[in-house]
């Protein structure tokens, strides 16, 4: 348990907020808070490859190579291929929290309820509620964008042992999430109310699934970091036997590439880390000069739980 969450035990959230120093602060006390209130809670999925490697946290329409993006962290590696129009633009690579919330609910209910056809809804309204976004204007623009970029892309994900190179080829999806125009948003169709995941990207799911709390991830659903620091944790923390160190210099390979200096990473680094571990109340991870210490952990979801994805 993090200092913030026996701070708020022993003293009582409101108390622990006036001895927060920043506004960050409070709002860190705000989520951990959140999180040891929450009276139930529910499995969510993703695959392994995604606490080994993930999408961009920004959009690289402008970068040298908008139409591909490639991730490497030891042993596993990450392509991403950007679909087109049918004008030959690109429509681009997912990026971002919401690229990464809409995979999570796909992966989670294909899982849950043991089939390739995920139900959306009949209306982005009724869609964005059971994600757990708030509907409003820009939360729909936001999250039609990165549905079409997820829909429209393909990916590889590549794992290296010492004796081979296992590749897997495929799309998140088969079928796109389109959405009727509507000057009601609140009413906004879907043109499918179901999605299917791609055979191959579901079997490999399956093989290497990761379960960690739905909650937790709603709590901190604004931080693509925050996000990956989360998923990184709930897949580490519980198999380790003894502490184990993650220098600085590997931690920015996996988590913030995309900065020119470590000093720039490393306050980033800690804020998506402290918000990972608010939401995460089990976890032991301490900071150390040379980068952080992981212990071993419970994991994010009960283990009876887990076990139906077993």
Not at 29 to 58: C, K, W, Y
Not at 80 to 107: E, F
Not at 208 to 230: G, K, M, N, Q
Request: with cysteine; glycine share 6%; aromatic share 8%.
């Amino acid at each position: 348990m993090a200092d913030i969450h026996r701070l708020i035990l022993e003293h009582g959230v409101d108390r622990a907020r006036e001895m927060a120093t920043s506004k960050s602060g409070r709002a860190l006390v705000d989520v951990a808070a959140a999180m040891l209130a929450q009276e139930e809670d529910s499995m969510g999925i993703t695959h392994a490859g995604f606490a080994l490697t993930s999408l961009p946290h920004r959009s690289i329409d402008k970068a040298a190579e908008p139409e591909y993006h490639r991730k490497e962290t030891g042993r596993c590696t990450l392509i991403v291929q950007s679909g087109r129009h049918a004008d030959g633009s690109l429509v681009g690579v997912p990026y971002g929290a919401k690229a990464r919330m809409i995979l999570l609910y796909l992966q989670t209910e294909a899982l849950k309820t043991n089939s390739r056809q995920v139900e959306l809804g009949k209306s982005w309204h009724s869609w964005l509620k059971a994600m757990g976004e708030s509907p409003g204007g820009k939360t729909y623009r936001l999250v039609m964008e990165q549905a079409q970029r997820i829909t429209a892309c393909s990916l590889q994900f590549l794992w290296e042992t010492d004796a081979s190179v296992t590749r897997q080829n495929a799309g998140f999806v088969n079928n796109s999430i389109l959405f009727k125009s509507n000057p009601d948003q609140r009413q906004v169709a879907l043109f499918q109310d179901v999605i299917e995941l791609n055979e191959s990207f579901y079997d490999s799911l399956k093989q290497h699934a990761v379960p960690v709390s739905e909650a937790a991830l709603r709590h901190i659903s604004a931080s693509s970091t925050a996000i990956d620091v989360y998923i990184w944790l709930a897949y580490r923390l519980h198999v380790l036997n003894q502490a184990t160190p993650v220098r600085w210099a590997a931690l920015r390979r996996q988590f913030g590439e995309h900065y020119a200096k470590l000093s720039h990473f490393k306050p980033v680094f800690l804020d998506a880390l402290a918000l990972a571990t608010a939401v995460y109340p089990e976890a032991k991870v301490e900071i150390a000069d040379d980068g952080i210490v992981l212990h071993p952990s419970r994991p994010p979801i009960a283990r009876r739980e887990a076990a139906l994805i077993a």
